[in-house]
T-cell receptor, first 113, second 116 residues
Framework: QKEVEQNSGPLSVPEGAIASLNCTYS??????FFWYRQYSGKSPELIMF????GDKEDGRFTAQLNKASQYVSLLIRDSQPSDSATYLC?????????????FGSGTKLNVKP | DVKVTQSSRYLVKRTGEKVFLECVQD?????MFWYRQDPGLGLRLIYF???????EKGDIPEGYSVSREKKERFSLILESASTNQTSMYLC???????????????FGPGTRLTVL
């Protein structure tokens, strides 16, 4: 079982719609949850992080965390063609001396003009 | 802004060669990481380091070694490159977990390595 699971997509949405990206994780000890955006041929860049159950909003992006269900999601409102990218979900699992990060394989999002 | 740089964007090597990938960060981060990214497999951790001269194996360390002689520099070494090591290699850095700031990982631009 993978630590972090994502649907690979592609997820296609029309411009202006809400895109909903989902992620599940296996270790209940995970403490921090991240969403990264990765354009083709580029490195991941952080969009948002969330620590607590509930919603966290930043501009057009909302991260949602449900620790009981081990579920994280990212909503993108008013989707733009420039949002077309692969979105990676990541979790942090602390150990005695350091953090271990686990990444999902990503969901490819296509926003159609 | 955090800046993580990698020595090469593209690299082509032959089977059996020893390959060095260099990563430098300028934010005085304690933690540094090496990942490889392959289609359908996501990012997989090869090695990480939480202090100078300290290293820990990640999930796929076989065929790789690392060196961290200075805090800002973390090197990945392919002792004898093989074709199955053709991949995108990403370096990242972060603050240690005992710091109160967000423990976000910052990524370098990546090195696309092809082993022929």
């Amino acid at each position: 079982q993978k630590e972090v699971e994502q649907n690979s997509g592609p997820l296609s949405v029309p411009e202006g719609a809400i895109a909903s990206l989902n992620c599940t994780y296996s270790d209940r000890g995970s403490q921090s949850f991240f969403w990264y955006r990765q354009y083709s041929g580029k490195s991941p860049e952080l969009i948002m992080f969330i620590y607590s159950n509930g919603d966290k909003e930043d501009g057009r992006f909302t991260a949602q965390l449900n620790k009981a269900s081990q579920y994280v999601s990212l909503l993108i409102r008013d989707s733009q063609p420039s949002d077309s990218a692969t979105y990676l979900c990541a979790v942090r699992q602390p150990t005695d001396n350091f953090n271990k990060f686990y990444f999902g394989s990503g969901t490819k999002l296509n926003v159609k003009p | 802004d955090v800046k993580v740089t990698q020595s090469s964007r593209y690299l082509v090597k032959r089977t059996g060669e020893k390959v060095f990938l260099e990563c430098v960060q300028d934010m005085d981060h304690e933690n540094m990481f090496w990942y490889r990214q392959d289609p359908g497999l996501g990012l997989r951790l090869i090695y990480f380091s939480y202090d100078v001269k300290m290293k820990e194996k990640g999930d796929i360390p076989e065929g790789y070694s690392v060196s961290r002689e200075k805090k800002e520099r973390f090197s990945l070494i392919l002792e004898s490159a093989s074709t199955n090591q053709t991949s995108m290699y990403l370096c990242a850095s972060s603050l240690p977990q005992w710091r109160e700031e967000v423990d976000t990982q910052y990524f370098g631009p990546g090195t696309r390595l092809t082993v022929l």
